[in-house]
């Protein structure tokens, strides 16, 4: 009652009225079925997939301790465990399959749904690993070969898993921001001295996101005053009914279908007027890009659907290049950074390196 009471309190502060966000969740996602907008998957999606990529090899072990605290089976420990632990055990359990059974009702389902688990799941895990593990590592009698190369087999699999998870799975989205945010650095906060015969650099930056929604976290990275952006949408159809929930397609849906007419809709002709760099950093960073004619700026880069803007910074993935290259041959971008991002992906508007275009300056005036 007090952590519920505490929550609501908090949740009043927070959306300024009271709120109860596991009914809200509820509601979104069984009573309007909007989950299923983002996709859907299997009933068994947890346990073939959600459960093996959250424990990999500790899943055996996992698993055999869940049947063990279900079916009350324990197993002969020296010194024997505080009588407390068994209750533990059966509720950390409990837990373990309820939550993922309860997902499992919703149509789209996620690994990162159950990141909550892997704490308990690997308490219950330890149980079976020490006990199947531990003889052979005594010091004082030599344990089986085999689970000794069994063991090391383990943990060189969660060791190459951990390295390549870190240093070489899709690194490209936070790389390329990472390269923004030194443009910014390099080129927009950074002003000639006064006694110099330069003209000061310009002190907004715009960038842009042809990717599926969601393709990086530019809205934590990119968080300086003077840098703006806008990135394709995919808000899910709230409040409307069954037949236009069928019909919705959201705004990186439209793009992907038709890129060359989407392009020419929102965006109009992309710009070719002379750079203030002189070709050595974006065109203009004049904080609106290249807005269409009669359009408002704010509304351009107010992350909303509709009207956006040229901006200063273009990124997208490889698999767009070629449409892109149509495109914008003969405009004022160029490439200016590529970063490699994975092996291959099965999503194919994700496949290939994350590329970066910028503005660049002598491609003469702009058009239209």
């Known amino acids: 009652s007090l952590v519920l009471t505490v929550s609501a309190l908090f949740d009043r502060l927070y959306y300024r009225q009271w709120v109860f966000p596991p009914f809200r969740f509820l509601y979104f996602n069984i009573a309007q079925s909007l989950a299923v907008f983002y996709g859907r998957n299997d009933w068994s999606y947890y346990l073939t997939q959600g459960y093996p990529l959250l424990l990999t090899t500790y899943l055996p072990f996992a698993l055999v301790d869940i049947h063990r605290a279900i079916t009350k089976t324990l197993i002969a420990q ?7 632990a068994p209750a533990i055990r059966d509720q950390l359990a409990t837990t373990s399959l309820l939550v993922p059974l309860t997902l499992s009702l ?3 389902k996620e690994v990162r749904f159950i990141y909550p688990l892997l704490p308990p799941l690997h308490i219950l895990a330890a149980s079976s690993t020490t006990h199947f593990f531990l003889p052979t590592l005594s010091l004082t009698r030599g344990g089986p070969t085999l689970k000794r190369l069994l063991l090391l087999a383990l943990l060189t699999t969660n060791a190459l898993i951990a390295f390549l998870a870190t240093t070489a799975h899709q690194p490209g989205p936070l790389t390329a921001l990472a390269y923004l945010r030194s443009e910014h650095e390099a080129h927009y906060l950074t002003q000639p001295p006064a006694s110099f015969p330069l003209a000061p650099a310009p002190t907004a930056m715009t960038a842009a996101f042809l990717m599926p929604c969601h393709s990086t976290p530019w809205r934590s990275h990119l968080v300086h005053a003077g840098i703006r952006a806008w990135a394709l949408s995919c808000d899910p159809p709230v409040n409307r009914n069954a037949s236009a929930r069928a019909a919705y397609a959201d705004e990186a849906d439209r793009f992907y279908a038709d890129p060359v ?11 070719r007027r002379k750079g ?6 974006p065109q203009r960073g004049l904080g609106m890009g290249g807005v269409r004619e009669g359009a408002d700026g704010a509304q351009a880069w107010d992350g909303g659907e509709g009207v956006k803007a040229w901006p200063d910074y273009l990124v997208f993935f490889g698999a767009l290049e070629g449409v892109l290259r149509g495109v914008l041959g003969g405009s004022a971008y160029r490439e200016c950074w590529r970063g490699w991002n994975s092996w291959g992906h099965d999503d194919k508007r994700r496949r290939g390196d994350v590329v970066v275009w910028c503005l660049r300056g002598g491609e003469g005036e702009g058009r239209g």
């Open 78 to 84: 020296t010194p024997p465990p505080p009588t407390i």
């Open 106 to 108: 919703i149509s789209h």
């Open 261 to 271: 007419a989407w392009l020419d809709v929102h965006l109009g002709p992309p710009p």
């Open 276 to 281: 203030v760099f002189g070709g050595k950093a």
